[in-house]
T-cell receptor, first 110, second 118 residues
Framework: ELKVEQNPLFLSMQEGKNYTIYCNYS?????LYWYRQDPGKSLESLFV?????AVKQEGRLMASLDTKARLSTLHITAAVHDLSATYFC??????????FGKGTSLLVTP | GAVVSQHPSRVICKSGTSVKIECRSL??????MFWYRQFPKQSLMLMAT?????????EQGVEKDKFLINHASLTLSTLTVTSAHPEDSSFYIC??????????????FGPGTRLTVL
């Protein structure tokens, strides 16, 4: 059974600080996704990581993938309040469906 | 990017009634659509995989007679919650699988439907 674990589950950080969210998964998968969810809203796609060593950046967010370690990271640089949201990583399971981590609830404070 | 719509966005119904939720891919054809359920402050849990023209595949613990899924065309899948009860109250999100290249694909998520059963 594919398991996806995120940590931390809750994160409160000050504006301007850096932090990393970790996503571990239990079985081999050829792609990993990061999504953002605002309260009451659906998912917004952030990154799709397709290969070992893949690194993608968009604004203050950077995602990487290490398939050998079965680990992905989402790094936040110089956080701003607008980044407050819940972030999910997800791994493809059989049949192309996604298996989600529990999510990291991020709060950026002044 | 590709757009997936859901209708209705919010529905309140009485216990014992049935509710139909539509999921449409607006500018692409989706051979596969997925239905997820999300309880407050929890993650998304896959309910079923819906393939056009065939029966849906349900995850363990999801009652197929209660959650009826129909994928009648390449752009439309419907989820009907039959004889809804308060414990069915949740946020239902669909996604549609789209090909990016010949070897990779991604999923686009609908805006979700919040179901409240009184």
């Amino acid at each position: 059974e594919l398991k996806v674990e995120q940590n931390p589950l809750f994160l409160s950080m000050q504006e301007g600080k850096n932090y990393t969210i970790y996503c571990n998964y239990s079985t081999t998968s050829d792609r990993l996704y990061w999504y953002r969810q605002d309260p009451g809203k659906s998912l917004e796609s952030l990154f799709v990581l397709l290969s070992n060593g893949a690194v993608k950046q968009e604004g203050r967010l950077m995602a990487s993938l290490d398939t050998k370690a079965r680990l992905s990271t989402l790094h936040i640089t110089a956080a701003v309040h607008d980044l407050s949201a819940t972030y999910f990583c997800a791994v493809v399971q059989s049949g192309y469906a996604l298996n989600f981590g529990k999510g990291t609830s991020l709060l950026v404070t002044p | 990017g590709a757009v997936v719509s859901q209708h209705p966005s919010r529905v309140i119904c009485k216990s014992g009634t049935s509710v139909k939720i539509e999921c449409r891919s607006l500018d692409f054809q989706a051979t596969t659509m997925f239905w997820y359920r999300q309880f407050p402050k929890q993650s998304l849990m896959l309910m079923a995989t819906s393939n056009e023209g065939s029966k849906a595949t349900y995850e363990q613990g999801v009652e197929k007679d209660k959650f009826l899924i129909n994928h009648a065309s390449l752009t439309l899948s419907t989820l009907t919650v039959t004889s809804a009860h308060p414990e069915d109250s949740s946020f239902y999100i669909c996604s549609a699988r789209a090909r990016l290249t010949t070897t990779t694909d991604t999923q686009y998520f609908g805006p979700g439907t919040r179901l409240t059963v009184l």
